[in-house]
């Protein structure tokens, strides 16, 4: 099946707190996990991504880890602050072999964070 | 670099009327994306080209969606006619080439409409 699982829905944290956002996912085949934030009324963007071949990967106060094994992977943030306010959405990657090959991304439903001064 | 550009960015419809969207992707981008993005929840994807072939509609209701990239670039989106459920944020988004898993998926700012 395509489907991708996301918790929670919603985060509140004090500033300077840790956020993590919990995802797991349906095809065993995926291999590519983007984590995508929105903040209100703007487009998503990309904001770190993880392939399977490795287990965890960091940028500043942002990590992802990757568990294949349980098909789960999370967003971790470190230290908080209120620009860090936004919809976060996890993805996993689906290939499909007709029409000559392609991949596309199953997004999960969005965790809403807010970040309190 | 240029970004994905979408219009109208905003449009209010009546139910059964129809509308349509254009997008145009970032230079040299062969893949193409719609995503229909309901208040609450992340996006959905409705349509994906491959420079001007389809190559996954599973999604897209075909009795009222329809979409085109005739030449490979840019593309159309309409909705004819609409329903109120319809009422969402059309993303459209563009990536190099989507037969190679992992490359980024780039959002323009979206189309919002709202039935009425």
């Known amino acids: 099946g395509e489907n991708v699982e996301q918790h929670p829905s919603t985060l509140s944290v004090q500033e300077g707190d840790s956020a993590v956002i919990k995802c797991t996912y349906s095809d065993s085949a995926s291999n590519y996990f983007p984590w995508y934030k929105q903040e209100l009324g703007k487009r998503p963007q990309l904001i770190i991504d993880?392939?399977?071949?490795?287990g965890e990967k960091k940028d500043q106060r942002i990590a992802v880890t990757l568990n294949k094994t349980a098909k789960h992977f999370s967003l971790h943030i470190t230290e908080t602050q209120p620009e860090d306010s936004a919809v976060y959405f996890c993805?996993?990657?689906?290939?499909?072999?007709?029409?000559?090959?392609?991949?596309?991304?199953?997004f999960g439903a969005g965790t809403r964070l807010a970040v309190h001064p | 670099e240029a970004g994905v550009a979408q219009s109208p960015r905003y449009k209010i419809i009546e139910k059964r009327q129809s509308v349509a969207f254009w997008c145009n992707p970032i230079s040299g981008h062969a893949t193409l994306y719609w995503y229909q993005q309901i208040l609450g929840q992340g996006p959905k994807l409705l349509i994906q080209f491959q420079n001007n072939g389809v190559v996954d509609d599973s999604q897209l209701p075909k009795d009222r969606f329809s979409a085109e990239r005739l030449k490979g670039v840019d593309s159309t989106l309409k909705i004819q006619p609409a329903k109120l459920e319809d009422s969402a944020v059309y993303l459209c988004?563009?990536?190099?080439?989507?037969?190679?898993?992992?490359?980024?998926?780039?959002f323009g700012e979206g189309s919002w409409l709202t039935v009425v």
């Open positions: 993805a996993a990657s689906i290939t499909r072999e007709r029409s000559g090959g392609y991949n596309k991304l199953i």
């Open positions: 988004a563009s990536s190099f080439d989507s037969r190679v898993e992992g490359n980024t998926i780039y």
């Open positions: 993880i392939r399977s071949n490795v």
